[in-house]
């Protein structure tokens, strides 16, 4: 190895290799005892320094005005660096950077973001200064080249540590990956490992540790199980034959002022609200049926509900699945909520088990994993993949992906590697099974002996459709943000399908990987009953069974394209945005078409083909089922993979042939034309889902209980009983203990034109300058389409920083870095659509303001909101409007997240005080002080509010207080 390194670190004006400049350059030159030397450079750009950068790095234009451009540094960088590799955070950025500038850099790079990804799995960031805390390495002064390339140095040396504490067997399968490839690390775990980098020839040596093993007869999945950590052993719950009521007394002293709550919480303060919410749930516990329960924003709802779900599981021996909708509530619970509850339940509490269950998708599947790594050759981005989830392995229990930082382009290899439903093959799996590796069992083995299981409702539904695979029996359930359940249910319980998906279906019947190497089932039928006692008969039946295979997948793969081809005249009329998925509802007019004819016809070519397949899969399954006991190979896996792909089929032609053919009243289909892709699917979902709901999910429960902050309309729960199906179920609607009226102003601009009215799109962007300039920033704008967030950037983004006052819109970067963002600097206004509506918890000053610039109907002409629409006498009124609401007070509640919390919340959609609806989502929101008023008036009535004024002053056309009930 070089005994040499150069740390580097660049400080740009922005990504862009062709519009941006550098600003600032740090190198360190060290080796594995000491720092060699320093250099640094402020560097003048030819462009701005953005106020972003400068509030990243505190570098700003002024700051450069004297020094020399980059040409006028080039070369005493080149002589700094010289031919030693160069280390680190994301390097290879950087390098190009260099490149682009004319600086032709070719020395070795080794990056440290990526080490950290391969090394430390389940990071909660990768920056440099999350990579810097797990490596106890200080991180002081970030986005300052100097100091970020002083860092890259510890954290390389940090991370070079663990690389070579790593077991010799990984390391070597490592090296035989990327033999021959241009990944940028190889040399250093070669060399680290084997003195110097191994030539291909040297890694296939039968001497070669994998080499060794293969030949003792050690098979790949058996070297696989040696890397994994043992499962552990679970006892399930036992449910006692009488239940034994809970004691609301008693749990009502918990939440006293000097109960296990007030011990275990810091300034702890009772809350009415909360214990009159934890003895409704308690109460439906011990009478059984279902209880809806609205709790305003501060109520403490997850205790309210953990307590008695909790205490009724440990002195019954039952599970209580608790599900969300959000990875933050599901993580909160998991995390947080229950070890706070299990404190606070003293003795009792340490013997409550509880766990955190997700979707198939989320798990490593080991089967596919091995069929993965034995497919042949691999891309560099599939040889990185590989190599990230090799060296994960042996650090982890739960197989889940959230542990693995994974890119996108790696997340398109996790799917060919995570577990499905299609492709599970039960116990009948190598991996699967009790005392067996699989990480989908040990889920579900984990759940079996815990009291509370958090789930999400896309899992909690799609098992009870796949008939409780993953999740264990259970009959007491608790849905937390419920407001969510009509959408999630629309999709977990409906069905789509394009090309791709077929083809993946095809994949597993048969595929030609190579032209010399075909894969699928069909290629290894006959190769399972090498050394079996099948006779000569059967193996010949199979081989001609394996042709048919080929061939008749062969045929349905030439009707898919023929198929998705027909449907493009259907899809030349559709109108709508490129930027978005264009969606056209079957409806008999569309059917009636002529072009439908040839749809129909090429469809039921397809269904031929796919009918044909069946036949001959159904003719496998037959031959193979009578061969048990004959010591075919893999005999149960094989089987249980057979029988997968049978029901597959079926389930994709009769699903098709719904949505095509004989499309049902119940359903809505329609297709979808992705605004990313252009590819063509398929889609049906149900009309309604309250029916489903009750038929499939409440009527087997003893009891549910379903809560959120945001299910009243107009102090009503009429409409989400009605979408959700609940038929005289306890209700409860629990104000919050904030005191909004003193806490929360709610301005409406009354002049504003209505959205899509000539001068709307101007008036708004007015409108916001001037309320984010009162508001110092601060603010959070909420908006219906990405599209309205855009055109907003570009008309208010150079007058607000010109004032010092930083824009983020959606789209910019993960949501979760957006907030960060916001959060760390008051001086800013974040754009968010729909993810920004619900889930947002800024705490404090820093979210002081919060603008709804639109109503937040929905699109008249998505599919399923117009067919459901059609099953209304006024449909407007008694769907459209309360689905609004519901969605209003969702992102209203993103304004008041704490009892110390003050600030305003501006409207600009004047139909609040001109509709004749308008009082009923007024009447829906929390009893902030109200006032309405022209634009040019509210944003002293936002300063004068955030400076703490009691009260507004009266506006000119407001001369009444609409009167808002509700807490």
């Known amino acids: ?562 198929f998705f081809l027909a449907l493009g005249p259907i899809l030349m009329g559709m109108q709508g945005s490129a930027a978005y998925d264009q969606k056209l509802r079957l409806t008999n007019a569309i059917r009636d078409q002529q072009a439908w004819d040839f749809v129909m016809t090429t469809w039921e070519n397809l269904k031929l083909n796919l009918t044909d397949l069946q036949a001959a899969l159904d003719e496998a399954n037959t031959v193979f089922e009578e061969l048990e006991g004959m010591n075919v190979m893999e005999y149960d896996e094989l089987l249980a993979e057979l029988q997968s792909i049978q029901s597959s089929n079926t389930e994709l032609t009769s699903a098709m042939d719904a949505i095509i053919a004989r499309p049902r009243q119940e359903d809505v289909c329609w297709l979808n034309i992705s605004a990313r892709t252009g590819g063509v699917s398929l889609h049906q979902a149900p009309l309604h889902v309250g029916p489903l709901l009750r038929e499939g999910l409440y009527s087997q429960k003893r009891a549910v209980v379903l809560t959120s902050a945001t299910l009243s309309t107009d102090r009503s729960f009429e409409y989400v009983k009605q979408r959700l199906g609940l038929r005289d179920p306890h209700e409860l609607l629990v104000g919050s203990p904030f005191d909004y009226r003193s806490a929360a102003l709610l301005l409406v601009a009354s002049d504003i034109p209505e959205p899509n009215s000539p001068g709307y799109q101007k008036a708004i962007e007015a409108a916001i300058v001037d309320l984010v300039l009162a508001a110092k920033g601060r603010t959070l704008v909420l908006f219906t389409s990405h599209s309205a967030v855009q055109a907003t950037l570009k008309g208010i983004q150079r007058p607000l920083a010109e004032n010092d006052i930083l824009v983020l819109a959606h789209g910019d970067g993960p949501r979760h870095r957006l907030l960060q963002q916001f959060r760390s600097n008051p001086r800013t206004v974040l754009l968010g659509t729909r993810s920004f509506w619900e889930g947002v918890d800024v705490v404090g000053e820093a979210l002081s303001l919060l603008i709804i610039a639109k109503l937040p109907f929905e699109v008249p002409t998505d599919p399923v909101f117009v067919a459901r629409s059609e099953s209304f006498e006024d449909s407007f009124k008694q769907y459209a409007i309360p689905q609004a609401i519901l969605r209003l007070k969702q992102g209203f509640g993103r304004l008041i997240r704490s009892k110390s919390d003050r600030g305003v919340v501006v409207a600009l959609d004047r139909r609040l005080v001109t509709k004749n609806y308008g009082p009923t989502f007024l009447r829906s929101l929390p009893g902030a002080t109200f006032r309405k008023g022209p634009s040019r008036l509210l944003p002293r009535e936002v300063e004068r509010w955030l400076d703490g004024e009691a009260q507004p002053q009266v506006l000119p056309d407001d001369p009444v207080s609409v009167g808002q009930r509700g807490a």
Request: glycine share 8%; with cysteine.
């Open 1 to 562: 190895m070089e005994s040499t390194f150069v740390a580097l670190d660049l400080e740009m004006t922005g990504q862009d290799y062709d519009r941006d400049d550098i600003i600032q350059v740090g190198a360190v030159k060290f080796n594995e005892r000491r720092i060699l030397d320093r250099w640094q450079a402020l560097v003048r750009p030819g462009v701005p320094v953005p106020l972003r950068i400068s509030r990243l790095t505190g570098i700003r234009s002024r700051d450069l005005q004297n020094a020399p451009r980059f040409d006028g540094v080039r070369q005493k960088l080149g002589e700094f660096i010289g031919h030693h590799p160069l280390v680190g955070h994301s390097v290879g950025h950087d390098i190009r950077f260099l490149r682009k500038k004319g600086l032709p850099v070719a020395n070795p790079e080794y990056d440290t973001w990526e080490l950290a990804t391969l090394l430390i799995p389940s990071l909660a960031a990768y920056n440099l200064a999350g990579v810097a805390a797990a490596l106890g390495v200080s991180a002081t002064q970030a986005h300052d080249a100097m100091a970020d390339a002083e860092v890259s140095r510890s954290v390389f040396l940090a991370l070079l540590k663990k690389l070579r504490e790593l077991p010799a067997e990984l390391v070597g399968e490592v090296v035989e990956l990327t033999t021959g490839t241009d990944w940028s690390l190889y040399p250093l775990f070669a060399t680290l490992h084997g003195g110097s980098p191994l030539t291909a020839a040297q890694v296939a040596m039968p001497g070669s540790i994998k080499a060794q093993l293969l030949a003792k007869g050690v098979s790949e999945a058996e070297l696989t199980r040696s890397l994994l950590a043992p499962p552990a052993r679970v006892q399930p719950l036992e449910p006692v034959a009488e239940p034994t009521p809970l004691d609301i007394e008693v749990l009502g002293e918990a939440f006293s002022p000097r109960g296990g709550l007030a011990q275990t919480f810091e300034g702890y303060e009772e809350r009415p609200q909360q214990v009159e919410m934890m003895r409704a749930v308690a109460g439906v516990f011990n009478e059984e049926g279902a209880l809806v329960v609205e709790a305003g924003t501060g109520t403490g709802k997850s205790l309210a509900y953990l307590l008695p779900a909790a205490t009724w599981a440990l002195q019954n021996g039952e599970r209580v699945v608790v599900s969300t909708d959000t990875i933050n509530l599901q993580d909160q619970l998991h995390s947080k909520d229950i070890p706070d509850i299990r404190s606070a339940l003293g003795a009792q509490g340490r013997e409550l088990k509880a766990t955190l269950v997700k979707g198939r998708g989320n798990y490593l599947c080991l089967k596919r994993w091995e069929q993965y790594r034995r497919s042949g050759q691999f891309t560099l981005d599939e040889t990185r993949f590989l190599i990230k989830v090799l060296l994960w392995l042996p650090n982890t229990l739960t197989g889940d992906v959230a542990e693995l930082p994974l890119t996108a382009e790696e997340r398109v290899h996790w799917l060919k590697v995570c577990a499905t439903q299609e492709t599970c093959t039960g116990r009948r799996c190598q991996f699967g099974g009790a005392g067996k590796q699989c990480f989908l069992y040990r889920a579900r083995q984990e759940a079996e002996g815990s009291h509370l299981i958090v789930v999400n409702h896309a899992l909690m539904l799609s098992d009870i459709a796949a008939g409780n695979t993953v999740l264990p029996e259970y009959e007491y359930l608790v849905i937390d943000e419920a407001h969510t359940l009509e959408s999630t249910a629309t999709d977990q319980l409906g069905f789509s399908v394009d090309a791709r998906a077929l083809g993946d279906h095809l994949d597993r019947v048969s595929r030609s990987a190579s032209s010399d190497r075909p894969e699928g089932l069909a290629s290894t039928l006959p190769v399972h009953l090498r050394g079996s006692r099948a006779s000569n008969q059967v193996h010949d039946r199979v081989v001609s069974l394996s042709q048919r295979l080929a061939e008749s997948t062969a045929r349905v793969r030439s009707r898919v394209d023929d």
